[in-house]
């Protein structure tokens, strides 16, 4: 077989995932409590990447944003956002104010900590009725909700008790922080650590667009 010969096959195949509908289904299996945690890059990226994987099977995904920091705008997680919008039965809303809590970088503590008790009572409602747009929500990612438990911005017992609150057959999952959340660990069914070997952040590179945001 040629090389003109595999590409084509693979350019066949690839048109003919392209021309499969996204249905509407529901999962058989959903219902655990995933956590991601840890110093290393990637906890959203892997949540989110596990959202798009159920979305793409017909599932239906929220995901709750608490404090989407490092940003300073809107507009510095806009090719996230731009992605779930593309993407059907994904969405998304954010609770959180842009930069980070505590880095004296412009953005207003208080205000860090009020969208954090407006992003509880909205997880809550979510919890209670896990709906958007009248569909049922059949994965729930709740972004930085560790995170912001770690700067004291949730109080983590509340986090154990939203978890305990959760639908049986919701899936759930949390991610954010650089310390090891013990409140949450002691009762989610799947608990990753990400965590850092090398990163260029620490030789001066800074985030770069497309990557990091």
Known sequence: MT?????????????SV??????????EEFGLVQAFWG??????????GMGFRAAG????????QFMKGGAGSV?????????????????????GHYGWHGFHDGSDDDEHAA?????????????ADPQIDGERVHMLIVDEILYAANRGLVDPETVVDLI?????????VLTGGHDRPDYAADCA?????VRKETHPIDDGQGARKGTEY
């Open 115 to 127: 969208r954090a008790e407006g992003g509880v009572a909205r997880l809550r409602d979510l919890l």
């Open 3 to 15: 090389d003109d010969t595999l590409s084509t096959s693979s350019a066949r195949e690839a048109a």
């Open 189 to 193: 069914d799947l608990v990753t650590e």
């Open 164 to 172: 305990g609150s959760k639908p049986d057959d919701l899936e759930l």
């Open 57 to 64: 099977h017909g599932y239906r995904v929220h995901m709750l």
């Open 75 to 95: 507009e510095d997680v806009r090719g996230e956002y731009n992605a779930i919008e593309a993407f059907p039965r994904f969405s998304y809303e954010n609770s």
């Open 18 to 27: 392209d021309e499969q509908p996204i249905d509407p289904a529901s999962p």
């Open 39 to 48: 110093d290393g890059k990637g906890k959203t990226t892997a949540a989110m």
